[in-house]
């Protein structure tokens, strides 16, 4: 069956780091758009960065442009969110995602979540 599972998350102080992985099973993982996003309480949920599945092109929400960072690993099905320079309003739940393509896709899985908690 297709998964995708988050890890990582946890309670960190501002200024401070986290690096969010998320394991992908049951689909070909390398012809996959991989997305984090995000959802804080009373929030809609917020695209946080995209990458692509073949040149590796990425794409950042305006908030988090220049401390966060996604990358893949395709020998590994995993996408991962490096998290650098945290803020108290960077916490939420991180969520996964993948998607055949942009535009109309055929399959759009998601993982289950993992909590960022960023307080002093």
């Known amino acids: 069956q297709v998964q995708l599972v988050e890890s990582g998350g946890g309670l960190v102080q501002p200024g401070g780091s986290l690096r969010l992985s998320c394991a992908a099973s049951?689909?070909?993982?390398?012809?996959?758009?991989m997305r984090w996003y995000r959802q804080a309480p009373g929030k809609e949920r917020e695209l946080v960065a995209v990458?692509?599945?073949?040149?590796?092109?990425?794409n950042y929400a305006d908030s988090v442009k220049g401390r966060f960072t996604i990358s893949r690993d395709n020998s590994k099905n995993t996408v991962y969110l490096q998290m650098n320079s945290l803020k108290p309003e960077d916490t939420a739940v991180y969520y996964c995602?993948?998607?055949?393509?942009?535009?109309?896709?055929?399959?759009?899985?998601w993982g289950q979540g993992t909590q960022v908690t960023v307080s002093s």
């Open positions: 995602n993948a998607a055949e393509r942009l535009l109309r896709p055929r399959n759009n899985y």
């Open positions: 990458i692509f599945s073949v040149n590796l092109s990425t």
């Open positions: 049951g689909f070909t993982f390398s012809n996959y758009i």
